[in-house]
């Protein structure tokens, strides 16, 4: 079945069985064209749909998988297999990375690393420069990095990815973020988060005015949430405006700026002229240096709600690294009303059991058609929330910087994160080594770590 006819009709033929093909399809139509020459080229007398949401996932999956090994002399169709087969996959990012023979092609799915398939040196440098045309980069820059973006079309719709290369010692490596396509449906309440890290959320965005700070590592989810919380904040009668880099999501109702440094437009910059817009809310991507700093805790303080992410491990730390970066103490008391700390662990796949120390290879024959091989099947939020409450407040107005309080405010958030981590996994919705991996260690975890390691804590956790 060629891949083309099953892309346009979007049908994943399944079986045949008594001259009757059988397909899943993402809409049921009885009467399409598509779906009869499918039957006629297998030589059924009859085709019946099944409507099946997850078909285009199966069919980009199953067609990629078949697709890669005749692509591997094509850098064009393997470029477009990769796209399809990561789409399929649900996988966030393709690690393309120049070895001494050729390259060497991952994929990030649920937050691990997952084996491609290995491109010979013959086609790795038409892949790249493949790449590089797509994403409108200069082909003949090999020294210095790139950024760039490209499209790409999928059964559904355009994917948009965002491309980055690095120079290395074998050559060059390239990674392709696949950012979400459309509108941010994302609500709230499906991340996974606790029931009071939510209510904790929607009392902070209930205000006029203070700071909303969501903190952890790159990948951790952050934007996700904030994202969800524009998203309830942008149905209101509130002007929202964002400063991002990129835009992930497209939110409607809001007004979203991409940062753009080598064009002067940076966070600081952004936001101050949107201060001139008559903003509500404002919710600027990320927190990086002094300046941005200061100017994001000056416009909470003077009546706007902002939103914003920050590195740091967990909820005090946020505040310890605001001082760092030259916000007065008695400034974080009066603007900052919820830290969130977040983590995202994968959560088991229903489907199968495939333990977790096996590293499948996505190209192989025999895996579970819902995970792909990977044993896991989406990921969760985890949290910690840090509600700042009129003893606290009191507290950081002494002058003195966060870090001297710290027992205090880590006195204030319960549960931590990882014992939060660790009740996932052991009620069987995440494995136990991703939540020790994800979470920091704190003295009030040390019960709970003890308790999963258990041979019965270790048995409730499922799939690992």
């Known amino acids: ?41 297998t030589g059924a007398y009859d085709v019946t749909a099944q409507r099946d949401p997850d078909v285009v996932r199966h069919l980009l999956v199953a067609y990629a998988r078949h697709a890669l090994r005749g692509a591997l002399t094509d850098a064009v169709v393997l470029l477009d297999t990769l796209l399809d087969l990561a789409a399929g996959s649900d996988a966030s990012d393709v690690h393309l ?14 937050g691990d690393l997952h084996e491609v398939v290995d491109v010979p040196a013959a086609t790795a440098a038409a892949l790249v420069a493949r790449i590089k045309v797509r994403a409108a980069l200069d082909v003949a820059e090999r020294r210095l990095p790139q950024d760039g973006r490209l499209s790409h079309e999928l059964p559904t719709g355009a994917l948009d990815v965002r491309v980055a290369t690095m120079p290395v010692r074998s050559g060059e490596r390239i990674t392709l973020r696949l950012l979400p396509d459309g509108p941010a449906g994302v609500e709230l309440g499906a991340l996974g988060l606790p029931t009071a890290t939510v209510c ?22 952050k934007t996700t949430t904030l994202h969800a919380l524009l998203a309830r904040l942008a149905a209101g009668p509130r002007n929202v405006v964002t400063l991002e880099d990129p835009v992930e999501r497209i939110v409607i109702g809001t007004s979203q700026t991409q940062v753009a440094p080598a064009q002067g437009l940076t966070f600081a910059a952004g936001l101050r ?60 008391a009066d603007t900052v009303r919820i830290v969130v700390a977040q983590r995202l662990l994968a959560l088991p796949c229903p489907d199968c059991a495939v333990p977790a120390d096996v590293t499948a290879d996505v190209t ?64 069987g919705l995440a494995r136990t080594d991703d939540a020790l991996h994800a979470t920091p260690a704190t003295q009030s975890d040390r019960h709970a770590v003890m308790v999963a390691s258990l041979p019965s804590g270790i048995g409730a956790a499922g799939v690992r």
């Open 364 to 427: 192989g024959d025999a895996m579970c058609a819902a995970c792909g091989g990977t044993g896991t099947r989406g990921r969760s939020a985890v949290a910690e929330t840090l509600e700042l409450d009129a003893t606290l407040r009191d507290l950081l107005r002494d002058g003195q910087a966060p870090g001297a309080h710290h027992a205090a405010l880590a006195a204030a958030v319960a549960p931590r994160l990882r014992t939060t981590a660790l009740e996932r996994a052991a009620a």
């Open 1 to 41: 079945m060629p891949a083309e006819l099953a892309r346009s009709a979007l049908a994943f033929p399944t079986h045949v069985e008594g001259g009757v093909l059988h397909v899943r399809t993402l809409r049921a139509r009885d009467d399409d064209q598509a779906l009869d020459v499918m039957r006629a080229r």
């Open 97 to 110: 990375v120049a070895t001494s023979d050729g390259m060497r092609v991952r994929q990030r799915i649920d």
């Open 200 to 221: 904790a959320l929607e009392r902070a965005i209930g205000a006029s005015d203070g700071l909303v700070i969501v903190c952890g590592p790159t990948g951790s989810g």
């Open 273 to 332: 002229h949107l201060l001139r817009h008559d903003p509500d809310v404002l919710l600027v991507g990320e927190v990086r240096d002094r300046e941005t700093a200061q100017l994001a805790v000056e416009a909470a303080h003077t009546g706007h709600l902002v939103l914003t992410s920050l590195h740091a491990v967990d909820a005090p730390a946020a505040l310890t690294r605001l001082h760092e970066l030259g916000v007065a103490s008695t400034l974080l």
